[in-house]
């Protein structure tokens, strides 16, 4: 299944466990705001997507503007990472060595993110994942790719389609993976395959959305290229 020219990995979720903690902020903050939710709510109805939309999601249930709650959401978010950290999602590590050991040349990788580049960089450089993705050459082209770049977030196409282009790639050599609902719509408009990554979000709404396959983790992933 990750035969392909290019992977595009998804970064909150994906590669790194940071989804139980942005969403426990945001729940916090969307509360503060006066419409009380939890960490779960904010799982099944925020993750993955723009937080301007979540931000006129939350206006509208109150019925008044919030000029705050996304500066509130960024200052407590950073806070909370640069106390508590962020772990790399289990397995990840393992499933980039197995890539970088296929007797074949290893497919290009990089990373299609909702999330600042600021955001990323941070989570990555904690988790020991940054340097993961780096050209195999030496080179420092880009292979670290935000929404904020481009100005389309998920489930926009763009930010995948931008990714494919700068590195180089056909959109149908692509595979993303991905554990959002708002991702897997985006790849699957780009014209590319997905892999859904079940942690957060069931089963049945990645296929919903439109996944190629299904894993509950990566360490399938490492069994299938392992058996292949």
Not at 97 to 105: F, G, K, N, P, V
Not at 120 to 145: K, P, V, Y
Request: charged letters at 25%; hydrophobic letters at 40%.
């Amino acid at each position: 299944m990750l035969e392909s020219e290019l992977i595009i990995f998804d970064c909150d979720g994906v590669l790194v466990d940071t989804e139980p903690l942005t969403n426990r902020v945001l729940a916090r903050c969307v509360t503060q705001a006066g419409w009380e939710v939890d960490t779960a709510y904010s799982i099944t109805h925020f993750k993955g997507r723009n937080l301007t939309d979540i931000l006129a999601d939350v206006e509208s249930h109150l019925g008044k503007e919030l000029p705050s709650l996304i500066d509130d959401y960024r200052k407590q978010m950073y806070e909370e990472i640069n106390t508590f950290g962020v772990p790399a999602l289990s397995g990840i590590h393992e499933l980039l060595d197995a890539l970088d050991e296929l007797e074949h040349e290893a497919p290009h990788r990089c990373i299609g993110t909702n999330a600042p580049l600021e955001k990323a960089r941070l989570t990555l450089g904690g988790s020991g994942l940054i340097n993961r993705f780096e050209h195999r050459d030496g080179s420092d082209r880009q292979t670290m790719f935000s929404a904020y770049e481009v100005g389309k977030w998920k489930p926009d196409p763009g930010l995948f389609l931008h990714a494919a282009l700068t590195m180089g790639h056909d959109p149908k050599d692509c595979i993303v993976v991905e554990d959002s609902t708002a991702g897997v719509t985006a790849a699957i408009a780009a014209g590319m395959r997905v892999i859904g990554l079940a942690d957060l979000t069931p089963v049945d709404d990645l296929l919903e959305a439109g996944a190629t396959r299904v894993v509950e983790s990566h360490h399938e992933l490492i069994d299938d290229l392992k058996q292949g």
